[in-house]
């Protein structure tokens, strides 16, 4: 019996987190917090628990978490979103990622990708039968040029996929390109995936251009977002997909084949604590100091930076110290210097190397502090 996924490894974040554990460097590569949730919130999932909250959740989500997240999404983006019909929670934003892609893409259709990409997006495509069209962007700006896109668009294209603020690039969409995509997919039957995990971790005053702020975009769209990097909470694998009624019918199709419903006191802890808007509102400030302090100690260090406007991710060149490959380089910096990052060109489908690194600054400031001085004697 032949592979499904012939050409898909073992992802980087397993490979990068296994070898930092094996050497005990300083693991600046997957990216999750080494520091602990808000104890706040862990009482409230610990209350869930004892209160008996310990049984299959309803197959869409626990409603009051649902409408939470409707709240929230109407006060931060004008967007109302009925609990109902078009808000469904997931295991993680992986899950509805996953399941958005099988729900949408039949056999031959074409989705397109802008690369470097998460890695969990082209596995489901070509699961599907599907074709991914992969527009690779450069740094050091990861531009989308669009007259690009209107070139890979065909009668076969079903689906774009977008991820602002982006992993790995940090870089966010801006007013102009939404004015673009709108352009593109106007009159057309496309839909997008807008993967939005790091919607609060928009730094420097700038705006978060969601999906469901504009109309003609939302009435397409299945808008994904995650607790894990809302809450510092990567490993309690709780999202959520926002869509319209028609696409979430779809969604659900799948979702309650192949988990059903996600963790109960978990959901029922979340929903809780979302009520006091300061828990969103306080991450861009908070991440963006430690923004600040990592750029600051790595611009001391021989790599170039790299922009970086959202997400909880650097990017660094280092073109002009060595030929190395990314993912060599990568594993060479974390036998020598001791810190494990990811290489960039493992998010290209053709593994293009422009010799960047990713490293995550979701890390207490001791931990970061002495990544730098590490990377200094490189
Ligand atoms: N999309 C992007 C861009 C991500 O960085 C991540 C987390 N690494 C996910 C989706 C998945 O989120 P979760 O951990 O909630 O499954
Ligand atoms: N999203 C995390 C990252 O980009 C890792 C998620 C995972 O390990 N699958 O580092």
């Not at 992986?94 to 893409?105: E, K, N």
């Not at 939302?218 to 808008?223: A, G, M, T």
Request: proline share 5%.
């Amino acid at each position: 019996t032949g592979s499904k996924l012939p050409h898909t490894g073992t992802t980087i974040f397993t490979v990068m987190s296994a070898l930092a554990n094996d050497l005990g460097a300083i693991n600046l590569s997957q990216g999750f917090p080494d520091y602990d949730c808000d104890p706040q919130l862990v009482s409230l999932v610990n209350d869930a628990m004892k209160n008996g909250y310990n049984q299959y959740a309803p197959m869409a989500g626990w409603l009051p978490l649902r409408e939470e997240i409707a709240r929230k999404t109407e006060k931060l983006y004008g967007a109302v979103y009925h609990p109902d019909t078009e808000i469904t929670i997931t295991s993680g934003g992986t899950q509805a990622i996953f399941t958005a892609i099988c729900a949408a893409i039949h056999p031959n259709d074409e989705v397109i990708v802008f690369e470097p990409a998460y890695d969990s997006y082209a596995p489901a495509i070509k699961l599907m039968g599907g074709t991914v069209k992969s527009l690779e962007l450069e740094p050091p700006d990861y531009r989308i040029a669009w007259d690009m896109v209107k070139r890979l668009i065909s009668n076969r294209t079903r689906m774009i996929i977008l991820n602002s603020p982006h992993n790995p690039t940090a870089t966010i969409l801006s007013e102009s390109d939404i004015e673009e995509l709108a352009a593109i997919v106007k009159n057309r039957d496309i839909l997008i995936l807008s993967d939005e995990v790091y919607e609060h971790l928009v730094f420097d005053g700038q705006t978060h251009h969601s999906m469901a702020r504009y109309p003609e975009l939302r009435e397409r769209s299945f808008i994904v977002g995650s607790f894990g990097k809302m809450f510092h909470t990567t490993g309690w694998k709780l999202g959520y997909c926002l869509a319209p009624a028609a696409l979430t019918a779809e969604f659900r199709k799948l979702h309650q084949y192949t988990v059903f419903s996600v963790n109960t006191p978990m959901q029922v802890g979340v929903a809780e604590y979302l009520k006091n808007e300061n828990v969103y509102n306080e991450l861009a400030g908070f991440f963006q100091q430690k923004r600040d302090y990592f750029r600051d100690g790595l611009s001391q260090t021989r790599f170039r930076l790299l922009p970086c406007s959202g997400s909880y991710f650097q990017s660094v060149s280092y073109e002009h110290i060595s030929d190395v490959k990314d993912t060599d380089y990568a594993i060479q910096i974390t036998h020598e210097y001791g810190v494990a990052s990811i290489p960039v060109s493992a998010f290209y489908s053709k593994g293009t190397d422009h010799k960047v690194l990713r490293f995550c600054f979701a890390k207490k400031q001791e931990t970061l502090e002495r990544a730098i001085e590490r990377l200094i004697k490189l």
